[in-house]
């Protein structure tokens, strides 16, 4: 007992954490437009996939495997990129990556094949996975105050709600008005100068606080992830584009297994005091054991809705991609704004914010699906909006708040495998749920139209949401998650 008071009065006595400088918060701008130009490009591409076809004389198999291809390789290799960061410095891999980005960017938007520009959006998926994961760790290493952490993460959560939309209208805006005559190409070149002022900032503001221990990377871990990812996410994102075949649910199947494999090789490596690629002691941290299953409900959930969304007012609804984007933009809005006043609502009125974002997320896609039913008549854009920014409100608040409590705790010698262990999450989730509630979705509109099967997936993913809650109330209880973090 006399030890505990001791422990408090020296916890009181220990100076406070210095105050994040100007400098520090202008270097986490700079990361965050290096992520934006991440999250971009996983979207800018959808609106010009009618003119890289027809100017390159592709098929659609083609033409699907341009978007899809950037996001295997960028799922496939966060965890790699993260740990990279850890072994030769974070700063360093992320200048790396930001020219590797560049380069390949440019490289896009040169092809004059389609096999061209499909290896180019490969490459390019590379670079992103190698950059994102550096913008997570590097703002965990450093601000030393909590309060400030968890805002700079706000505004990560921002950027992703941004840059989805950004993605579809920056895109649309370029075809519309042919930059140079350049066309669809231009979508591709707008990330030279954005990569130049990336590049120059970081060389001048970042600094990467975290110290580094000497380890090797876990070539096999490296190997059974990346195979195992590529052919889980592979599977789900070509089976909800073109449909399910035995090849690719046995894809999935081997996916499943290599990662199965690859978890017991983690064990075995850090069982041996070696280096593992993900390690297993990150699953101890209550955080990051309980925030990651959240973020599969989460993240499968939105992705879900985003991809069905975007259909139904395109397909059901006639809506041109630009204006479909434009319809996007309050709910982003919202999503951007509340996920930088997350800290002072949970500040203000405790916890219980948390899952009720996702309560309200919920409330949204009721009122979306009460939209889609019955107001059919009016414009898309007015019949959906009051659930939108109510789901777009409660999605920012839930975005900041998992990444926040999933990475607490995190030694800096890992910050970079769990960022890319989250940000992987975060994309496995999303292609699984595009698949599943698309496939649902596909399912119910041959019988009922398409307008009935964006109804009933709405009302689905709603369920989901009041899941994503529940799991929301568990990371928050202290107790229950350490518990829950304990049998992990």
Known sequence: MERSVGEAQ????????????????????????GAFMGFLDIFIVNVANPSIQVELNANFADIQMVPAGYTLAYGAGLVTGGRLGDIFGRRRVFLIGIVAFAVTSVACAVAVSPGFL?????????????V???VLALIQVTFQRDEERTRAIGLYGAVIGVGVVAGQIVGGLLIAWDV?????????????????????????????????????????????????????????????????????????VGGAVLLVLFVLWERRVAATDATPLLPPRLFKQRGFSVGLPTALFFYGTNGAFIFLLAFYLQQAKGLSPL????????????????SVLCGNLVARYGQWVVPGGAVV??????????GAVMF???????????????????????????????????????AGAASGGILTAIQVSEAAGVAGIGALFA??????????????????????????????????????????????
């Open 10 to 33: 020296s916890e009181k006595s220990a100076p406070a954490p210095p105050t994040a400088t100007a400098a520090q918060w202008g270097a986490v701008w700079i990361l965050l437009l």
């Open 118 to 130: 499909i290896g180019a959006r490969i490459t390019q998926g590379l670079a992103a996975a190698v």
């Open 132 to 134: 994102l994961p550096q």
């Open 180 to 252: 140079a005559g350049l066309g669809w190409r231009s979508i591709f070149l707008v990330n030279v100068p954005l990569c130049l002022v990336t590049f120059v900032g970081a060389l001048a503001l970042v600094r990467d606080g975290g110290d580094r221990e000497r380890m090797k990377l876990d070539v096999l871990g490296v190997v059974l992830l990346g195979l195992g990812l590529l052919g889980l996410v592979h599977g789900l994102v070509i089976g909800a584009e073109q449909g399910w075949s035995t090849l690719l649910v046995g894809e999935v």
């Open 323 to 338: 204006e479909s984007a434009l319809t996007f933009t309050p709910m982003a809005i919202l999503t951007s704004v509340f």
């Open 361 to 370: 997320m919920a409330v949204g896609l009721l009122l979306v699906w009460g």
């Open 376 to 414: 059919d008549d009016l414009y898309p854009a007015v019949a959906l909006m009051p659930g939108l920014v109510l789901y777009g409100a409660g999605g920012g608040i839930v975005a900041v708040s998992l990444m926040s409590t999933a990475l607490s705790g995190v030694e800096p010698a890992d």
């Open 443 to 488: 399912g119910v509109a041959v019988g009922g139209g398409q307008v009935y099967g964006f109804a009933v997936a709405s009302v689905v993913l709603t369920v989901l949401s009041l899941l994503t809650a529940a799991m929301l109330k568990l990371l928050s209880s202290p107790q229950k998650a350490a518990a829950a973090a304990d049998t992990a």
